[in-house]
C-alpha cells in the first residue's frame, strides 16, 4: 500500500569519489522509479542528498544507501520529524527530483594553499549531549575552565527567526561569508583557552566549519552537533513522545527552524515574534493570534549550497 506522506530525509559523506558522473545516473536510475523527490548533488569531494521520500520507500532506502560503497558506513539518514502529505491537492516539498554532477557538494569560497580534511572536523555531539552543553554553558560552567562560544553557522535569513539558546549568528549571507565571520568573532580569543561550540541545519556546513576551525584557525576544541537542527528536534520529539507543547516547552532550539524545501519554516517555539519568512514572493508567513508565525507550505526556496 502506497504512503500518503512523505519522510523528509537527508544525508551526506565526504568520501573520495572517482566518477561522478556515474554515480549521478546510477541514482537517478534507482530513485525515480521509487517516487523520491529532491536534489542531490555528487563532486569527487563526496555526495549531499535533500530528499522527500514516500514513507514506504524509507526501509528500502536505508538500505539502499548501507549497500553503497560510497555511503556505506559514512551517511547517516538524517530524517524530519515532521510528515508532509502526498497525493492529490497536496503541495510536495520538491517538484521534482535532480541528481547533479558539482565541483563541491558545498560551495565554501575558501581560499588558501592548505587543503582541508573534512576528517579533522571536531567531535560530534549527540543531540542530547548537545542539549546538556548548551544548558551547562548557559549556567556559566567554564569546562577545564574554558570560555565557551556557541555559533550558529547558517546565514543570517536562517539564524533571524529561530537559534539556540545563547548561541552568536555568524550573520553571513552565504557560506562563502563564514571564513571572514567567524575570524572576527574570535580575533580575541586564545585558542587554547576556549571551547567552540557549532551548529547548522543538518550538519554538513559545521564539517567544514569545524575542520577550518581546528586546521586553519588552530581551534582544538571544536564540538558539532550531530545531524544539526533536524537531528536535535527529532531526538527531542521522541523523548517528548510526539507531544509537541513538551517539545516546545523543552527545547533550547527557541523560534523556527528555517528548511530549503516548499515548508520555508518549521515552528518549535512561539518565544521569537516576527514579521515575515523570507521566500521568494515576499509574502508574509501567517501569524497566529498571539502574532508569532505558524508553519505554512511556501515556493522552493534558493539553495543554500549553491
Known amino acids: 500500500q502506497q504512503s500518503s506522506h512523505y519522510c523528509m530525509v537527508s544525508f551526506y559523506t565526504f568520501t573520495p569519489i572517482a566518477f561522478p558522473d556515474l554515480?549521478?545516473?546510477?541514482y537517478l536510475r534507482d530513485w525515480q522509479p521509487a517516487g523520491i523527490l529532491g536534489r542531490t548533488y555528487v563532486a569527487k569531494e563526496g555526495v549531499n542528498a535533500q530528499l522527500a521520500v514516500p514513507c514506504d520507500v524509507l526501509g528500502w532506502l536505508e538500505t539502499y544507501v548501507q549497500g553503497r560503497a560510497e555511503l556505506r558506513d559514512q551517511a547517516m539518514l538524517n530524517r524530519d520529524p515532521a510528515l508532509v502529505p502526498k497525493g492529490e491537492g497536496a503541495r510536495p516539498p520538491f517538484e521534482a527530483l535532480h541528481v547533479r554532477k558539482k565541483t563541491q557538494i558545498l560551495k565554501d569560497g575558501i581560499e588558501q594553499e592548505q587543503e582541508l580534511s573534512w576528517s579533522d572536523a571536531?567531535?560530534?555531539?549527540?543531540?542530547?549531549?548537545?542539549?546538556?552543553?548548551?544548558?551547562?554553558?548557559?549556567?556559566?560552567?567554564?569546562?577545564?575552565?574554558?570560555?565557551?562560544?556557541?555559533?550558529?553557522?547558517?546565514?543570517?535569513?536562517?539564524?533571524?527567526?529561530?537559534?539556540?539558546?545563547?548561541?552568536?549568528?555568524?550573520?553571513?549571507?552565504t557560506f562563502r561569508d563564514t571564513w571572514k565571520a567567524i575570524?572576527?568573532?574570535?580575533?580575541?580569543?586564545?585558542?587554547?583557552?576556549?571551547?567552540?561550540m557549532i551548529y547548522c541545519t543538518g550538519g554538513i556546513r559545521c564539517v567544514k566549519v569545524g575542520a577550518y576551525l581546528k586546521q586553519t584557525m588552530g581551534f582544538k576544541d571544536v564540538k558539532?552537533?550531530?545531524?544539526?537542527?533536524?537531528?536535535?528536534?527529532?531526538?527531542?520529539?521522541?523523548?517528548?513522545?510526539?507531544?509537541?507543547?513538551?517539545?516546545?516547552?523543552?527545547?533550547?532550539?527557541?523560534?523556527?527552524?528555517?528548511?530549503?524545501?516548499?515548508?520555508?519554516?518549521?515552528?518549535?517555539?512561539?518565544?521569537?515574534?516576527?514579521?515575515?519568512l523570507p521566500n521568494n514572493t515576499g509574502e508574509p508567513l501567517l501569524k497566529d493570534e498571539d502574532g508569532y508565525i505558524i508553519p505554512v507550505s511556501g515556493p522552493e526556496v534558493q539553495d543554500q549550497y549553491d
Do not use: M
Open 122 to 173: 571536531g567531535e560530534e555531539l549527540s543531540p542530547k549531549d548537545w542539549h546538556a552543553k548548551i544548558k551547562t554553558a548557559a549556567e556559566g560552567d567554564k569546562p577545564g575552565g574554558k570560555e565557551v562560544v556557541i555559533f550558529d553557522c547558517r546565514n543570517s535569513y536562517e539564524s533571524d527567526v529561530g537559534k539556540f539558546h545563547g548561541a552568536v549568528p555568524l550573520n553571513t549571507e
Open 183 to 196: 575570524q572576527s568573532e574570535l580575533q580575541n580569543r586564545k585558542p587554547e583557552s576556549t571551547e567552540v
Open 23 to 26: 554515480i549521478v545516473e546510477e
Open 224 to 276: 558539532r552537533l550531530r545531524g544539526g537542527i533536524v537531528s536535535y528536534l527529532r531526538d527531542l520529539n521522541e523523548t517528548c513522545g510526539g507531544d509537541e507543547k513538551e517539545v516546545e516547552k523543552q527545547s533550547l532550539f527557541k523560534g523556527v527552524n528555517y528548511v530549503f524545501d516548499g515548508r520555508i519554516g518549521q515552528l518549535v517555539t512561539r518565544q521569537v515574534p516576527i514579521d515575515s
